[in-house]
């Protein structure tokens, strides 16, 4: 029963990360002093909708198959938490809608991180992890049948430039093409790569899934000097309850984890002046990720057919000229987004290539839903100056620096290029730019490193300052990725349970 048991762990936030670590640890862990089994609890301030049985890929599970419907993650209720970032509020978190675009981290990766915050991490170290979640999540190369003609265009063209185009790593396994993927939907048919098989396997071990019960605080006491996490303390249909833990891990994402650090006073001291518990300048800190933008054009002939929703396609990577981390990374995506969703007509009728009104709105809302295309452009693991989640969880950084617009420039300037080469050329091409940009996939907000001045938590993911605090999830990443977000979180979450295990639950561990 909560509240009236010590668990050996609690894990806080049942998302990518947080739903392999509590899995993993409760199948591969045991008890360092009697080798009993753990007893760990994965607590989530969201429902647990998608239950079921084991995933089905293609097919799906029928009770789940019921519940998902083609709509995104948020048109669900509960709405995603009101953080910057779009976290999504259930069990099994971003890892269910997310869009399967599976970049496992590069070694580049590896000497970024290190680079920034001295983490000990390593691509060899990282092996097993990186194995682990290619198998978990069926990670392979994009199929070429299944790509539309807007990304055969884009390749042709490409191609013809004379740049390497190369297919985008894909996570999927049985896919029947429905098209309502890419962007927030979630799977039907069990098809994507996502945190169910680690759901599922942590039923099997004997988890406990405590839904619908946001953390407000962690416990941190004080033994002597020593700040100590004890358990947490939590909402749960109006009522509050404690669930007391001997180590306490948080997975609450890139967002989720400073907030929760943030109220449990654990953070920069000008930031929770006399609530301050424990001090670190790095809570909340340090938010990176992907920086980008998009050429979008109108054809008039049919970039795809049917529902094919062309999240598998052909992308270029650029390397900065001056060899400095950061790729510019130029993909066709066959919609504005990538798949069905701007496709809604309440979205198509107001998307900026729709005339206003009249017969030619309405024959833009009669055929654009093929014919809308466009060309991101996304600059990756960028050199910029950070930014900074605050206590509400929002987004904090400059969003017009001159250096990341002109490299955003030249990024639209190839993809421009390549448009104008395409055969046939759209008809009309949005050639303005906003002088302004946004960061997605992010991460690093409490950042791994060696070093308690630049970062939150060791190499090995216990934190500098809080004895039994584990930090697993996007926030520890130290810095972007220069593939996308998701994979390389659960190649970290994949690494951090080994490390707990060998640290913490393996029979003879002090
Ligand atoms: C629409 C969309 C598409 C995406 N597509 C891609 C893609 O194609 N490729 C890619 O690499 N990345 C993609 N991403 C990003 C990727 O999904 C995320 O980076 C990743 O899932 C984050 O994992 P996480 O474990 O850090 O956080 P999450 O999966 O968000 O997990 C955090 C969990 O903690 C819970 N939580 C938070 N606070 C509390 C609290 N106080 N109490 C209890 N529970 C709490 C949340 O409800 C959630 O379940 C996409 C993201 C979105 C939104
Ligand atoms: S396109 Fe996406 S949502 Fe549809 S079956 Fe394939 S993986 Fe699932």
Request: hydrophobic share 35%.
């Amino acid at each position: 029963m909560e509240g009236s048991v010590t668990y050996d762990a609690v894990v806080v936030g049942a998302g990518s990360a947080g739903c392999i670590v509590a899995a993993r640890i409760a199948e591969r862990g045991v008890n360092p002093r009697t080798g009993d089994r753990l007893r760990i609890a994965l607590i989530e301030g969201g429902p647990y909708y998608f239950k079921g049985g084991p995933p089905r890929p293609g097919y799906g599970d029928p009770e789940r198959r019921r519940r998902i419907t083609n709509i995104r993650f948020l048109e669900f209720k509960p709405q995603p938490w009101p953080y910057d970032g779009l976290q999504n509020k259930m069990v099994g978190g971003c890892g269910l809608h997310w869009g399967g675009n599976a970049y496992l981290p590069f070694d580049e990766d590896f000497d970024h991180w290190r680079q920034v915050s001295g983490v000990d991490w390593s691509p060899e170290k990282f092996a097993e992890a990186k194995a682990e979640i290619t198998q978990m999540y069926h990670i392979h190369s994009s199929i070429l049948e299944n790509m539309n003609r807007g990304n055969l265009l884009f390749h042709d063209a490409a191609s013809s430039l004379g740049y390497k185009v190369t297919p985008v790593p894909m996570s999927r396994y049985n896919c029947i093409n429905c098209g309502y993927c890419g962007s927030g939907h979630f799977c039907k048919y069990d098809a994507k790569g996502t945190t169910l098989p680690y759901i599922d396997l942590a039923e099997r071990n004997g988890v406990e899934i405590i839904p619908d019960a946001e953390v407000e605080k962690i416990l941190i006491e004080k033994r002597g000097t020593t700040p100590v996490a004890e358990g947490v303390r939590y909402v749960r249909s109006g009522q509050a309850g404690e669930l007391r833990a001997d180590k306490v891990i948080v997975t609450c994402g890139t967002s989720g984890t400073p907030v929760l650090l943030l109220r449990s006073g654990y953070g920069p001291r000008e930031v929770l002046g006399d609530r301050t518990i424990v001090e670190n300048p790095n809570v909340g800190k340090h938010l990176d990720g992907d920086i980008g933008r998009s050429v979008v054009c109108l054809f008039d002939v049919d970039l795809k057919d049917g529902s094919r929703g062309g999240v598998e396609r052909w992308q270029l990577s650029l390397t900065d000229s001056q060899g400095r981390h950061g790729w510019m990374n130029v993909q066709m995506n066959d919609s504005p987004n990538c798949s069905v969703d701007e496709m809604y007509p309440h979205l198509l009728a107001f998307h900026p290539m729709a005339p206003e009104f009249g017969w030619e709105h309405k024959e833009f809302m009669r055929t654009a839903g093929k014919r809308v295309g466009g060309i991101s452009v996304t600059l990756r693991a960028p050199d910029w100056e950070r930014g900074v989640v605050d206590p509400n969880g929002k987004h904090l950084y400059r969003r017009d620096d001159p250096a990341i617009l002109k490299r955003l420039d030249e990024g639209a300037e190839v993809a421009l290029a390549i448009i104008d080469r395409m055969n046939p050329r759209p008809v009309r091409v949005n050639r303005k730019f906003p002088n302004r940009y946004t960061v997605s996939h992010n991460v690093g907000t409490c950042r791994a490193g060696e070093n308690r001045k630049t970062s939150v938590v060791n190499s090995d993911f216990e934190c500098h300052d809080v004895e039994n605090l584990f930090l697993a999830s996007g926030e520890v990443v130290p810095s972007g990725s220069l593939g996308h977000s998701h994979i390389p979180i659960c190649t970290v979450a994949a690494y951090a349970w080994r490390r707990i295990v060998a640290n913490h639950f393996s029979r003879g561990t002090p």
